[in-house]
């Protein structure tokens, strides 16, 4: 029998069945964006949980959306919330995305950071295995930790052998610091959870798929320090440029900006989420890598494009000193230590789910500051204009 024009397929050509997703982090920056994509284009219903829903709330009021009544948004805290498996049991899948991200707080609050990334997933991997509920877990490309060239010498060709430094879901080892440098906290806690994950499915059956996020760069991402976040915070590196750019001052790049990665446009991983979500007998026992391996650069050749793409879209000139170097104490505290490079295979998720993406790293930036601008920029001249006494 044909199927009607309006029923989605899967990538084997079955009919997609509406689903209810319990999303635990809706209300940051990745679950805003897949909330919309499941609202916008999917039939599928969404338990919203956070404890925030500013980044939602356009998906929640009025009453009167086309997608009204396939979300709802409960206000909790997984820590200490009994609500909790009661909402994973009214669910057919779990998308785990709560964490604390941000390196500046791995090595300056470590114990929130392991607590929060491991201890407090625990209750949803346990609420998902006895209840036989799917689990989409968000990890991290941290877990790679340091790449094998990172221990060759500077000079040593190898380095630029990519066997030696583009990170495999199924072969690369997860390379950490010495334990006095903390801000592999974040690293280690996420690592142990995955292994707990892949044990649970391993000995008791638990459908899981983990996604290591490569940076995923859009709209909504982080906060503005002294704006919609702590004035003292300091936000993930493409947050921190908006802030000295909004502001005029200029971007500090920790250790000359040496470190390598690659950036994803949050529109482009969004989708390979969803192809996930509809695909569970290619997606389940997986663990992907999630970024754009076209879009690398150094953190200083980010800085300069950046400075290029803001002047473009907000019509000023760059500030006369554009970047100052900053060293890594200086700006993150003792403890911290970093990789080298950070470049995902895509051969895994390619084959499983036929996922590549397509933004490039000017037009995502463009995009993104875009958004920055808009929103920002006005309030931010307002609290420059402020005397400083007040």
Same mark, same amino acid.
């Not at 997609?16 to 635990?24: A, E, F, G, S, V």
């Not at 009453?63 to 997984?78: E, K, M, S, V």
């Not at 950490?176 to 996420?190: L, M, N, P, T, V």
């Given at each position: 029998m044909a199927s009607s024009p309006?029923?989605?397929? !899967?990538? +084997?050509?079955?009919?997609?069945?509406?689903?209810?997703?319990?999303?635990?982090?809706?209300?940051?920056?990745?679950?805003?964006?897949?909330?919309?994509?499941? /609202?916008? &284009?999917? *039939?599928h219903k969404v338990l919203a949980l956070d404890v925030y829903n500013d980044k939602i709330k356009? =998906?929640?009021?009025?009453?009167?959306?086309?997608?009204?009544? #396939?979300?709802?948004?409960?206000?909790?805290?997984?820590?200490? $919330?009994?609500?909790?498996?009661g909402l994973i049991k009214m669910a057919d899948l779990t998308i785990n995305l709560a964490a604390i991200c941000t390196p500046a707080d791995y090595n300056t609050r470590p114990l929130d950071t392991i607590y929060s990334n491991f201890i407090d997933a625990l209750p949803v991997v346990k609420?998902?295995? &006895?209840n036989n509920k799917r689990l989409i877990h968000f990890s991290t490309c941290e877990v790679y930790g340091k790449t094998i060239g990172s221990f060759l010498p500077k000079d040593s060709p190898l380095r630029k052998d990519p066997a030696y430094y583009v990170l495999k879901?199924?072969?690369?080892?997860?390379?950490?610091?010495?334990? +006095?440098?903390? #801000?592999?906290?974040?690293?280690?806690?996420?690592?142990?959870?995955? #292994?707990?994950?892949?044990?649970?499915?391993? &000995?008791?059956g638990l459908e899981f798929t983990i996604v290591r996020p490569f940076n995923w760069i859009g709209p909504r991402m982080d906060f503005i320090p002294g704006i919609d976040g702590p004035s003292e915070g300091v936000p993930r590196v493409l947050a921190c440029f908006s802030n000295n750019l909004l502001r005029g001052?200029?971007?500090? =790049?920790? !250790?000359?900006?040496?470190?390598?990665?690659?950036?994803? %446009?949050?529109? $482009?991983?969004?989708?390979?989420?969803? =192809? /996930?979500?509809?695909?569970?007998? #290619?997606?389940?026992g997986h663990i992907f890598n999630v970024g754009n391996p076209n879009n690398e650069v150094t953190v200083r050749q980010l800085a300069e494009i950046m400075i290029q793409v803001y002047s473009k879209v907000s019509g000023e000139q760059p500030?006369?000193?554009?970047?100052? $170097?900053?060293?890594?104490? &200086?700006? %993150?505290?003792?403890?911290? $230590?970093?990789?080298?490079?950070?470049? *995902?295979? /895509?051969?895994?998720?390619?084959?499983?789910?036929?996922?590549? *993406?397509?933004?490039?790293?000017?037009?995502?930036?463009?995009?993104?500051?875009?958004?920055?601008?808009r929103t920002y920029a006005e309030a931010i001249k307002k609290v420059i204009a402020q005397p400083a006494a007040s």
């Open positions: 309006s029923t989605r397929l !899967d990538l +084997d050509g079955n009919p997609i069945k509406p689903i209810t997703i319990c999303m635990i982090g809706a209300g940051g920056f990745i679950g805003s964006h897949l909330c919309e994509k499941l /609202m916008s &284009e999917t *039939p356009h =998906l929640l009021e009025p009453d009167n959306l086309p997608w009204a009544g #396939r979300i709802q948004f409960h206000r909790l805290n997984i820590k200490h $919330d009994s609500r909790l498996e609420y998902c295995s &006895e879901e199924d072969e690369s080892p997860c390379i950490f610091g010495a334990i +006095d440098k903390q #801000r592999w906290s974040y690293a280690c806690a996420k690592q142990l959870i995955e #292994r707990l994950i892949y044990a649970e499915g391993a &000995e008791n001052e200029p971007l500090k =790049l920790v !250790d000359g900006g040496q470190s390598q990665r690659t950036f994803v %446009y949050i529109k $482009d991983a969004i989708e390979a989420v969803l =192809l /996930m979500i509809e695909n569970p007998a #290619r997606a389940n500030p006369e000193t554009p970047t100052i $170097d900053v060293s890594s104490k &200086e700006f %993150y505290g003792e403890g911290y $230590d970093d990789s080298d490079k950070r470049i *995902p295979d /895509m051969t895994i998720i390619n084959k499983q789910l036929g996922w590549n *993406p397509k933004t490039s790293l000017w037009d995502l930036l463009e995009s993104t500051l875009t958004y920055q601008h």
